[in-house]
């Protein structure tokens, strides 16, 4: 069978920020006889996607009656709780039907003990079924673009890999198989754990230099130049028109929003504490996000918005003027 017949029935289940942007390439690329069942359990998401793809995209009544449709689920929910309960649930879960043979996965950000428990799940009752963790990486902007990356919780010896290979490069660009079950997860919890430290590191090491009376552009070139280097202190400067295409000087409006950060944080310094790994910067770290993640100034922008909840200078171009 061609890897895209195996796909003629496929099933996406959340369609917000980055499942419908997902989905819609899936809508878009896989070829005219393929059906996407989906299922949210906010209406007007499966009402707007529906619509938009009126021949391709059909609406599921539950979790369950897209698994009972399709071979292929993928899943794309926020948090563990809702991963368990579109899995799991005893009325509508997707477990509640007959899933043998069937590829699930989810590429929802959970922590990795609700990952594993229902994959343990699916081995013990559906055995010849297969359940992935592929969290993403790459936020909405990269989901609409089709450029996120995947991080597959399996070996690069999975006998799945190629098929899942094709489908998530329709949606995306590097898929890293990361070695085994929950492994795409703990990978994405660490990269994000090391992405959000060093966003709070630089904030701090630009308002020192910058109170000192360094201009921050000077700053930015003594770290590309240093062993400072790093992709949050040019790419993503935490100060605004250092970088002009960095969120901070779009008003931190377009990026990965604090309040994720704060969550995918949590997860990993509770995975940290699970394996034993020692986390100093771990709970300062989480303190930090936690606040800039409920202070009205700060939410629901760019994670480096962290910046200003430290209290950098954000005005510095005309204080630079008037000096
Ligand atoms: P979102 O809140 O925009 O969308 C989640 C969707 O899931 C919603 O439409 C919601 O109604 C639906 N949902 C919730 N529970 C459900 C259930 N039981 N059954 C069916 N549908 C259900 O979230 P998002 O930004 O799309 O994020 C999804 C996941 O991707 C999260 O785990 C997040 O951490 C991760 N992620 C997000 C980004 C980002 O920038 N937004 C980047 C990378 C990874």
């Not at 989906?38 to 021949?55: K, L, R, S, T």
């Not at 890999?161 to 329709?170: C, D, P, S, V």
């Not at 002009?244 to 931190?252: D, K, L, R, T, Y």
Request: charged content about 25%; hydrophobic content about 40%; aromatic content about 8%.
């Amino acid at each position: 069978m061609s890897k895209s017949r195996e796909f003629e029935k496929l099933g996406f289940i959340g369609l917000g920020a980055m499942g419908k942007p997902m989905l819609s390439h899936l809508a878009r690329k896989l070829p005219p006889e393929s059906r996407i069942w989906v299922y949210d359990v906010v209406e007007q998401m499966m009402d707007d996607i529906c619509a938009e793809f009126p021949d391709r995209v059909l609406r599921g009544k539950s979790a369950k009656d897209v698994a009972q449709k399709v071979d292929t689920i993928m899943t794309m929910v926020p948090e563990g709780s809702h991963v368990r309960s579109v899995y799991l649930d005893p009325d509508n879960g997707v477990c509640n039907t007959d899933i043998s043979n069937k590829l699930l996965i989810d590429c929802s950000t959970i922590d990795t003990a609700t990952s594993l428990a229902v994959k343990e799940h699916i081995a013990e009752n559906f055995p010849s079924a297969s359940f992935y963790d592929s969290p993403v990486s790459g936020g909405v902007v990269g989901a609409i673009k089709g450029t996120i990356a995947f991080f597959l919780g399996c070996a690069e010896s999975d006998p799945n890999l190629q098929r899942l290979t094709y489908l998530m490069k329709l949606m995306g660009g590097q898929i890293i198989p990361c070695g085994g079950p929950s492994l795409g997860l703990a990978a994405k919890l660490s990269n994000n754990y090391l992405s959000g430290v060093i966003a709070i590191a630089c904030s701090e090491a630009f308002d020192m230099g910058m109170r000192s009376g360094l201009d921050p552009r000077t700053l930015a070139k003594v770290y590309a130049a240093g062993t400072a280097q790093n992709a949050i202190c040019d790419k993503f400067c935490p100060v605004p028109h250092v970088y002009s295409e960095a969120p901070s000087s779009g008003g931190w409006k377009q990026g990965f929003k604090v309040q994720l950060m704060r969550k995918d944080f949590g997860l990993a310094v509770d995975m940290a504490k699970r394996v034993g790994s020692r986390n100093v910067l771990g709970d300062i770290g989480l303190e930090t996000y936690d606040g800039a993640a409920n202070d009205p100034r700060c939410r629901d922008l760019d994670s480096r918005v962290v910046y200003r909840y430290l209290g950098g200078e954000e005005d510095w171009q005309s204080k630079l003027n008037d000096a």
